[in-house]
């Protein structure tokens, strides 16, 4: 079936030193992963390999044969060009660090093209804004309303928070954030891409970042965490 639709870049593999193998979130469809031919070989393919940067917005024409193989592309170009992302140094660590953490959060092939929708939106807003120190913090929040495990806000006026069970109780345990901990997230619960970067010191913005992997650890089985967090980490310190 040709499909036309379009697609966020999640990650590449290289395969057997020509070709590329590229996992994209589909507008359409969900996720799919595209065989690439000579992606490294020929003259004409050079711009189609800038185009497989990470959560690089495409329109693609492609062949869907939807039987767990690899599909293959018919057409690629851009559905969106960055203009700030990839000179920025910050901004391009978020990238990353964000496809890497698509790459080990989504598997199902199914479409959501209100979670797309959602990754679309910000990555504008990412590459049009200047001030994004907590950008990827609260995507990473707003990402788990998408794969079902956003924290229960029911009770958030009780103290603390409990990774585990994703809610907020009186009581202290092996599995609770502290006092401190979950005002922090209280707070980032608070917050929209628009407000104020000064929210949160450094020191809140690596506790907060340690917290939300360790809580995607916890709730997304086999999930691994990012190479690019420790680049992270470095950039935000």
């Known amino acids: 079936m040709n499909v036309k639709t379009r697609a966020i870049v999640i990650s590449t593999i290289k395969y057997q030193d020509k070709n590329l193998i590229v996992k994209c979130f589909t507008e359409s469809d969900g996720l799919k992963s595209y065989f690439v031919r000579s992606a490294f070989s020929a003259a004409k393919n050079t711009q189609k390999i800038a185009y497989f940067q990470p959560m690089t917005i495409l329109e693609i024409e492609a062949s869907h044969k939807n039987k767990g193989t690899l599909e293959h592309f018919r057409e690629v170009r851009l559905a969106l060009h960055y203009h700030s992302i990839p000179m920025d140094i910050a901004k391009s660590t978020i990238t990353l660090f964000i496809a890497e953490m698509l790459h080990h959060a989504i598997h199902e092939e199914e479409k959501n093209e209100a979670f797309f929708s959602f990754l679309l939106t910000a990555m504008e807003w990412l590459d049009n804004h200047n001030d994004t120190a907590n950008f990827h913090l609260i995507l ?42 979950s005002a922090s997230l209280k707070k980032l619960i608070s917050l929209r891409f628009s407000d104020s970067q000064k929210a949160f010191h450094v020191s809140e913005r690596q506790t907060l970042l340690r917290i939300l992997v360790d809580y995607y650890s916890l709730h997304l089985d086999g999930f691994k965490k990012p190479k690019s967090l420790e680049v992270l980490r470095a950039v935000f310190s």
């Open 140 to 181: 990473l929040l707003e990402i788990t309303k998408f794969l079902g495990f956003y924290p229960d806000i029911s009770q958030i006026s009780l103290p603390f928070f409990d990774i585990a069970e994703g809610n907020f109780t009186g009581f202290t345990s092996v599995n609770a954030l502290t006092e401190s901990e």
